[in-house]
């Protein structure tokens, strides 16, 4: 059976399921700030790219910002999506504004618009197929772009997420870590009948030992013996295509994969809803990182979600490549550290003291653009306004001076838009005193640390 006519009879199930839910990704993406940005930067099609036996198309965007050895994301759409559609509505280039990496979004380019992620060619180390396809422009980017081949990241959506577990196994010398938004693990889609569905998989009919997950995955490279790439997991409870049962078994995999227990060693909620495990590490870039929805169906990624991707991945700067700083903002005369008050994530919550404790909504990582991100890159410290007296609160992330901050030798924060001092209103060491804008003082209440 040829590559084409398999892919439609994955469109005859995968798509028919999926046609009503991909809108509704996109819906939900869209709720976020637009992919599309205030920049001479735009997605351009890349050919002849290398060896292509999935028949793929290429698209690439660096941002403007991108350094001279920029960090690669490679970011996988969902079936009856494409890759123009998937840069215009997830966060991902925003971000690459934001941070200076490149992204690579393949396209599926066949009827149904789904990835192979089932035949035994797309299973295996250059095995061909659409892995090797992606692998070929991983390959391409690094050369022919001065990209850096130590820090390549993959990331996908449904169909993408799978892609994203199969890449994670086949090319485990290409990818630093990966990030799958509704998935199942590598090789559970896999069937010999040339159909691209496996009904038993979706379903989540099929469920395997750690051990038995673990060793698909390194079948699909005998030999490799080099470091195998981290993985973060996302998955809501009531996914209707792709069951949440898929979810625990991924985890099962890939911690077998990685050599760490099945035991979190880190449990929390960063948001209403979700329950975040780490695995073998507390930390953002742990090698195991799941997070469950509470209640959402088959709609990742939902706004924000894409910012934990790039923390986890470190393209934040917080893996330490980007000469950054994560830790809590410790303010000086008080003894307190900077805090988001009741770990709200509402856009305009003004900051405030409070007794340190390590909570996300006390971590905070100073970025090489000069800003202050919260709650892994999800939001930014913004000056609401440029005069004294002008409160200091969270918002999205948008790349304005109203957002940047300089961390002065003398232990001052100044907003880059208006020189003003980071201050604890009425110099006060009570908790939960709030935080704003004044004028630099050399007072106790205006010096901070970071870390």
Not at 341 to 369: A, K, L, Y
Not at 385 to 391: I, V
Request: glycine share 12%.
């Amino acid at each position: 059976m040829s590559r084409k006519s398999k892919k439609r009879s994955v469109r005859d199930v995968l798509v028919a399921l999926l046609m009503a839910i991909s809108p509704l990704i996109a819906a939900l993406v869209l709720t976020g700030t637009s992919a599309t940005t205030a920049s001479a930067a735009a997605l351009t099609e890349v050919t002849n790219f290398g060896s292509n036996p999935g028949n793929l198309r290429m698209y690439v965007y660096r941002p403007d910002n991108a350094p001279a050895r920029p960090a690669v994301l490679v970011a996988v759409h969902y079936c009856t999506g494409t890759a123009p559609t998937f840069y215009t509505n997830t966060e991902f280039a925003r971000l690459a504004d934001q941070y200076g990496f490149i992204v690579v979004y393949p396209d599926a380019n066949v009827s149904g618009q789904c990835f192979d992620v089932s035949s035994p060619q797309a299973l295996k180390h250059d095995g061909g197929s659409d892995p090797t396809s992606i692998a070929s422009m991983v390959r391409y980017t690094v050369q022919n772009m001065n990209a850096d081949a130590g820090r390549v990241y993959v990331t996908g959506a449904s169909s993408g997420a799978m892609t994203t577990n199969v890449l994670l196994g086949d090319y485990p010398d290409l990818f630093k870590a990966g990030t799958a938004f509704m998935g199942v693990p590598f090789g559970c889609f896999a069937t010999t009948d040339g159909s691209g569905w496996n009904s038993d998989c979706a379903t989540g009919r099929i469920t395997k030992t750690p051990q038995a997950w673990g060793d698909l995955v390194r079948g699909a490279y005998p030999g490799y013996t080099g470091a195998r790439p981290r993985m973060q997991l996302w998955h809501g409870t009531e996914d209707e295509a792709l069951n949440y049962v898929n979810f625990g078994e991924e985890i099962k995999q890939w911690t077998n994969v990685l050599g760490v227990s099945q035991t979190p060693v880190f449990t929390d909620s960063p948001q209403s809803g979700w329950t975040r495990t780490r695995y073998g590490s507390a930390t953002t870039q742990a090698p195991v990182e799941a997070i469950s929805i509470q209640g959402a169906k088959h709609v990742l990624p939902a706004s924000g979600m894409a910012a934990r991707a790039i923390a986890f991945f470190g393209l934040d700067g917080s893996d330490g490549t980007g000469g950054t700083t994560t830790g809590p903002v410790h303010a000086t005369g008080s003894g307190k550290c900077l805090d988001v008050p009741g770990s709200s994530q509402t856009n305009g919550t003004q900051t405030q003291i409070w007794d340190c404790n390590g909570g996300t909504n006390q971590t905070w990582t100073s970025t090489s653009t000069k800003q202050l991100t919260v709650y892994g890159g999800a939001k930014c410290l913004d000056a609401t306004g440029t005069t004294a007296g002008a409160k200091v609160a969270i918002w999205d992330c948008n790349g304005g001076t109203n957002q940047q901050w300089n961390l002065n030798s003398n232990g001052t924060v100044t907003s880059v838009q208006s020189g003003l001092c980071l201050d604890v209103t009425g110099a006060s060491t009570a908790g939960g005193a709030l935080v704003g804008l004044w004028d630099c003082n050399g007072g106790s209440n205006q010096q901070w640390r970071l870390g």
